[in-house]
């Protein structure tokens, strides 16, 4: 089992920027496939970025690339999503995965967070 609680999320200017942290709990964190993301309002929850169990592989939604970075500690049981140049279309409720494949597929995760709220102002 894994637990995943998101945080960091909060209201930001256009052109800001937030650090969204999701800290993992269960012994699996360290070989897990982590994904980030993101559900706006009254629509379905896209991949916004994914990283594979030792950092060494990430990939990214197209309408995030060049402004957003996920990252990982193992050590810390944490991974990171680092946003940039925050636009209002950015605006979502971000959540957290845990899988055992890196994929940009919501289907292949197995853990979820709760979700942290991001909201941009234009």
């Known amino acids: 089992q894994v637990q995943l609680v998101e945080s960091g999320g909060g209201l930001v200017q256009a052109g800001g920027s937030l650090r969204l942290s999701c800290a993992a709990s269960?012994?699996?964190?360290?070989?897990?496939?982590m994904g980030w993301f993101r559900q706006a309002p009254g629509k379905e929850r896209t991949f916004v970025a994914s990283?594979?169990?030792?950092?060494?592989?990430?990939k990214y939604a197209d309408s995030v690339k060049g402004r957003f970075t996920i990252s990982r500690d193992n050590a810390k049981n944490t991974v990171y999503l680092q946003m940039n140049s925050l636009k209002s279309e950015d605006t979502a409720v971000y959540y957290c995965?845990?899988?055992?494949?890196?994929?940009?597929?919501?289907?292949?995760?197995?853990?979820w967070g709760q979700g942290t709220q991001v909201t941009v102002s234009s």
């Open positions: 990283i594979n169990w030792n950092g060494g592989s990430t």
């Open positions: 995965a845990a899988g055992t494949a890196y994929s940009g597929y919501a289907a292949r995760y197995d853990y």
């Open positions: 269960g012994r699996t964190f360290s070989s897990a496939a």
